[in-house]
Each structure stands twice: as C-alpha cells, then as structure tokens.
C-alpha cells in the first residue's frame, strides 16, 4: 500500500514538473506580436502584415486583413499561416491615420482566436486601396459559390439514421 | 388515502433519469453566470447532453464486468444491446450538431448557410473537425453493432462497443484546452474517462437493475470502481487546473477560475455523498438488506447531482 501511495506521488510530481516545465500555460493561442507592431507609427507600409502567436496555428480558415482610415481593405489577397505566424501582403498604403489588422484564426485547440491591433501610417503613400471589406466579404465567404449547402444532407442522414434506428429497435410484437 | 396517493405519485422509476439533461443544462447555466464577463460557448448546452449519454453508453458495457464474479448474470448481454444502441442514436445525433456547430463557428458561417465544400474541408483540414467526424463514426458505429446485435440476437462481445464508446468520449479532451501541454492530452482523457466511469455504470443500474438481489451483486462492485474514479478525477482535474490558472488570485479573479470552484464544490458535495452511501447504502444493499426501490431512488438522486457537476464540466471545456 505505502509503495503505491509512493509511486502515485511520484508519478503526480512528475507530471506537475512535465507541464509546469512546458512554459507559460494559456487556454487559447495569444498574440505575441505583431508587424507593424500594435500602437506604432510607421513611415512606410509594410511588405506584408504579420501576426505571431505563442503557439503554432492551423492553415485553414485563417483571415487576416488590414483596413485603413478610409474604410477600404489594404491588405491584398488570402493570407499566408506558416507556423506560428499569419501573414497577408500590404505594400504600400494609402491616406494618413490609424489602420487596424484584424484577425481571425484557428488555434491548434480547435478554437478561433481573434482580435484586433492598430498602427498609424505618418506618411502619405499612393498605393490603391482594395473594396470595401463589408461586401467583399460576403461574396467571398456567402457559401453559396462554394459548392451545394450542407444542411439537407445532414438532415437526411439524421433521419435515415434515426428511422432505421427506431425500425431496428422496435419491440419484436407477438412474434416472441 | 391522500399520502398514498402522492406516494404512488412520486414514486420512482428510471424515466426520471430524464432529468438529468435539464440537470445538466442547469450546471451550464450556473456557469454561464459564474464566468461572466467571459462566456462558455453555446455549444456547451449540446456538448453536456453528448456526455451524459456518452458515459452512459459506456457505464452499460461496464455491468458485464462488474458482475464478473457472480456465478449467474444478473443482467444477460441480450438485455444490453437496445438500450445501448438507442442512447448511441440519441448521442450520435448530439456529435452532429457539435460538429456542424463547431464548423459554423470555424468558417464564421451560419449553420444553414455552410456549403458542403466548406464543411469538407471543415473535416478534412482543422483538428476540431477531424476530431468531431471521428466522434460521430465512432458512436454511429455503436449504434449500428448494437442494433444488429439486438436485432439478431447475436452474443457478440460488448468489448469492441465499450472502446468506441471511451474513444468518442476521449476524442474532445485529448484535444482541448490541455493538449498544449506535455501528458496535458493525457490527463484530459484520464479525467473525461474517469468522470464517464463514475457517472455511467450508475445510471446503467438504474436503467436495469430492478431485483434487491441485482442491486446487491452489482453495486458493491460499482463502489470499487467508483472510488478510483474519483481518485483520478481529483488528481487529474486539480493538476489541470494549477497549470491553466497558474495561481490561486486565478480561481477568483477568472471565469475560468470561478466556474474551476464550482466544480470543487462539485466534487465536494459529491465526495461526500459517496462516502457516506459507501458506508450505509452499499453494506446495506450488498446484504439485501434494501428495497430495490430505496437503491434506485439513491442512484437516480445522485446521478442527478452529478449530470450538474457535467454541465459546469462541459462549460469549463469551452471556456476561454
């Protein structure tokens, strides 16, 4: 009994000292830092915009966009998640003022993270913006483009599933 | 007259099991006002319901084992495939809505509007879909050995049935909040297989046990189990906790913290119950010393309690 009791507490430590020792614990990915960094003035637009995380992040359903002081959509294109970092190209912006990155990603739990950081551009640049992100964003990801909706398939599965689970189990009547 | 009458009126049957669901959901609300200003997401009302009938599926493959000893079965395989195979059609259609749930929040789309396209590459792509098509095959394929089993009365072995069951279950937790961490995967699953083989085996004997004679050979040996559970539970769950809180102003301070309390309090209040049941109900039933209908009413009352502490559990899980 006393062996085992050591050797629960040994185990026990073991795995407190494992975990503890794996760094700083969060529940979800945080931003680490971000290009332009969060609250900084910058001359001249960046070659991309990047937001690095603590942890790495999954490829798939990533946005990241950079909007300007006029509304329009800076950023250029889907942006790019190679380990820990999410890049979008920028190059070079438009009109003075505050720009705001904002992201949204998937962490490796499964969950989406997303949040904003701004940065002010002191320098007027001549690059074009992109659209409005509001309606471009609804073409973009409306679903309707992207192949035949989802949800008849799932409702009849679940019914087929369901009927051929409730005929299977009825009750065998008189029979036996 | 009129005493009888509300006794009959109250009397207890296994379809009070049924209150376990708004147990449940009432152990996400208290966490929903706990946490605040943070929020467990939604989908922890349909992800309580997922392992109650998870850990219920799982508790019925467990009472061939827990009558291992006796020289007669008290509850014959034949009587286990139905009730298994409909709690996995019900908990199977639960894992759907998680993952369309899930896929809707990943691509920022509605559930109505989510193209197959997307939902493909939902299940192909990201961990969170894999994980939850995973889940469904698994509990689908419960259902679908059960109902043939049932249907052909067949004696298969209810082994292949109990590892799907405690694969569905471990699929979430291995890759939730902890599996950022070294052994964090594994202790998740520890602690979601020990808290399904606590809850589960109970409610499995109040859905079929309704002999004094069956109470006495199976719940002696459900104690047995039911204390290693709580073991593991404790340990896993409090190692999981200092690591994410990382400090004891956490466990005020947070949502995350506040709802960690309740679930101590939980576990407390749970222990305790135990303990005490362990010292007069389980000597007591285990000599036949008590009405089948005196266990039950204890089973279903404490399964109750504890489909609360599932319900704080699963809004814990999808706490930021």
Same mark, same amino acid.
């Given at each position: ?176 | ?92 259609? =639960?894992? %759907?809505? *998680?993952?369309?749930?899930? !896929?809707?929040?990943? /691509?920022?789309? +509605?559930?109505?509007? &989510?193209?197959? @396209? ?122 999981? =906790?200092? %690591?994410? *809180?990382?400090?004891?102003? !956490?466990?005020?301070? /947070?949502?995350? +913290?506040?709802?960690? &309390?309740?679930? @101590? ?56």
């Amino acid at each position: 009994m006393s062996t085992r009791v050591r050797v629960l507490a040994v185990t026990m430590f073991a795995a407190v000292a494992a975990l503890l020792g794996a760094g700083v614990a969060g529940a979800h990915a945080v931003v680490t830092s971000s290009n332009p960094a969060d609250g900084s003035s910058v001359a001249v637009g960046p070659e991309q915009a990047i937001i690095t995380f603590n942890e790495p992040m999954q490829p798939s359903f990533a946005t990241l966009t950079v909007v300007g002081p006029d509304g329009n959509l800076w950023s250029k294109g889907e942006p790019t998640v190679q380990g820990p970092s999410v890049s979008v190209p920028v190059g070079e912006l438009g009109p003075t003022g505050d720009y705001t990155i904002a992201y949204r990603v998937t962490s490796a739990d499964g969950h989406p993270v997303s949040g904003t950081r701004t940065f002010t551009l002191t320098e007027q640049g001549s690059g074009t913006p992109g659209a409005k992100p509001g309606g471009d964003k609804a073409g973009a990801e409306g679903g309707d483009s992207d192949g035949l909706p989802m949800w008849p398939f799932i409702v009849a599965g679940v019914l087929v599933f369901g009927g051929g689970l409730a005929f299977a189990l009825r009750r065998p009547s008189g029979k036996s | 007259m009129a005493s009888a009458g509300a006794r009959r009126r109250w009397q207890i049957s296994p379809r009070w099991l049924l209150f376990a669901a708004p147990a449940g959901l009432a152990g996400v609300g208290v966490a929903w006002l706990l946490a605040r200003p943070a929020s467990p997401d939604p989908s922890s009302l349909i992800r309580v319901l997922a392992v109650l009938l998870g850990s219920t599926v799982l508790g019925l493959t467990t009472l061939e084992w827990l009558q291992r000893s006796e020289p007669r079965p008290v509850i014959a395989r034949g009587q286990l495939w139905r009730p298994i195979a409909a709690l996995a059609g019900a908990w199977t259609l =639960a894992e %759907v809505a *998680l993952v369309v749930a899930a !896929a809707a929040e990943t /691509t920022e789309t +509605g559930a109505g509007a &989510l193209s197959s @396209t997307t939902f493909g590459r939902f299940l192909g792509d990201v961990n969170a879909g894999q994980i939850g098509g995973a889940t469904v095959a698994c509990t689908t394929a419960i259902a679908v050995i059960a109902a043939l089993a049932f249907r052909r009365g067949a004696d298969w072995p209810i082994t292949s049935v109990a590892v799907l069951a405690a694969v569905a279950l471990a699929s979430r937790p291995v890759t939730g909040h902890m599996s950022a961490q070294t052994l964090g995967s594994l202790l998740g699953a520890a602690h979601a297989l020990a808290a399904a083989l606590w809850l589960g085996p109970l409610v499995a004997m109040a859905l079929l046990l309704r002999a004094r004679g069956a109470w006495a050979a199976l719940l002696p040996r459900y104690s047995e189990l039911a204390w290693r559970c709580v073991a593991v539970l404790t340990v896993t769950g409090v190692i999981d =906790a200092a %690591v994410k *809180l990382g400090g004891v102003g !956490a466990l005020v301070d /947070t949502g995350y +913290g506040r709802i960690v &309390l309740a679930k @101590t309090a939980a576990l407390l209040a749970l222990g305790a119950l135990g303990w005490w049941w362990r010292r007069t109900w389980v000597p007591a039933a285990g000599a036949h010393r008590m009405q089948a209908e005196d266990s039950l009413r204890r089973a279903v009352l404490e399964a109750l309690a504890m489909a609360v502490a599932f319900g704080l559990a699963a809004a814990l899980a999808t706490t930021a």
